[in-house]
């Protein structure tokens, strides 16, 4: 069974991707910051559907700390075939009035995590020539989001560096792809002002986290062999 590994699978979006993937057959390594509960809950739907999971507490945003259990997660499991780099956080305000704290916290959950995941499981990858890599990024980072300079910058640096890779490891069979949603139902954005917002999506809706799961399974599938370093959009016509 080929193998992948989803970043914040406990809720939203990475729920999603891991049900979808487990559906099209990949055994998983799934992870969250602290909501342990949660993400057995998920480990346990994708094992009735006769898959391996292996539900793991990882913070992402711990540098070298993260990679170091990275590398131990490689050593346990094996190299993942598909890594989707999912986790993220927003601390959104004003960039005037935003603290250091908000700033760094972002950039090293959102951006500084895909240097402490990515590398270990690349390392693999390039001996085996072949490899699927998916981050997460948001139409945010594609066009820039006034109160969300920090989140901007980091899923901005997440395209930069899904492009820059994909030319660097193409050679090696190994394809680097970001998806940007725009707005879609989840946690995280649980306390925007939807009705505000609405206006403004061509589709008159937001989207489902199995809508952009959807696409993330496409770029692991067989199907997608000769694209890299794409950005796919997911945002119901918000920004093309
Ligand atoms: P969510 O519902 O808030 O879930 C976030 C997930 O990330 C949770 O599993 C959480 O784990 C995990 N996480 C957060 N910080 C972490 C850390 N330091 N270490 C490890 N895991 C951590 O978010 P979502 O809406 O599904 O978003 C998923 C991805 O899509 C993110 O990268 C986000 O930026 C991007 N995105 C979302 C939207 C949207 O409209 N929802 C739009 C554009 C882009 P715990 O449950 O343990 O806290």
């Known amino acids: ?24 057959g990949f ?5 969250c910051q602290s909501r342990m509960a949660d993400l057995e809950a998920v480990a346990e739907a994708t094992r009735k559907l006769g898959r391996t999971v292996h539900p793991v507490q990882l913070d992402v945003s711990l ?36 603290g250091r704290e908000s700033w760094e916290r972002v950039l090293q959950t959102n951006l500084g995590s895909f240097y402490s995941m990515t590398r270990p499981v690349l390392r693999q990858m390039l001996r085996r020539r072949s490899g699927r890599i998916v981050n997460l990024t948001s139409i945010s980072g594609q066009r820039g989001n006034g109160g969300q300079v920090n989140y901007s910058a980091s899923k901005a640096g997440i395209i930069g560096a899904t492009k820059a890779l994909a030319l ?16 879609i139902e989840t946690e995280m954005v649980a306390e925007l002002p939807l009705d505000k917002i609405l206006p403004f999506i061509p589709m008159g809706r937001a989207g489902k986290a199995e809508e952009v799961a959807a696409v993330v399974g496409f ?22």
């Open 27 to 31: 055994d998983l390594v799934m992870t």
């Open 168 to 183: 660097e490891v193409a050679p090696r069979n190994i394809t680097v792809n970001a998806v940007a949603p725009g707005f």
């Open 1 to 24: 069974m080929p193998l992948a590994w989803v970043t914040g699978a406990s809720r939203g979006i990475g729920k999603a991707i891991a049900l979808t993937l487990a559906n099209a």
């Open 219 to 240: 770029l692991c599938s067989e199907a997608a062999s000769y694209i890299t370093g794409e950005v796919i959009s997911v945002n119901g016509g918000l920004y093309t």
């Open 63 to 98: 540098g070298e700390a993260t990679e170091a259990a990275a590398t131990k997660l490689v050593e346990a499991h094996g190299c993942p075939d598909a890594l989707i780099n999912n986790a993220g956080i927003t601390r959104d305000g004003l960039f005037a009035m935003m």
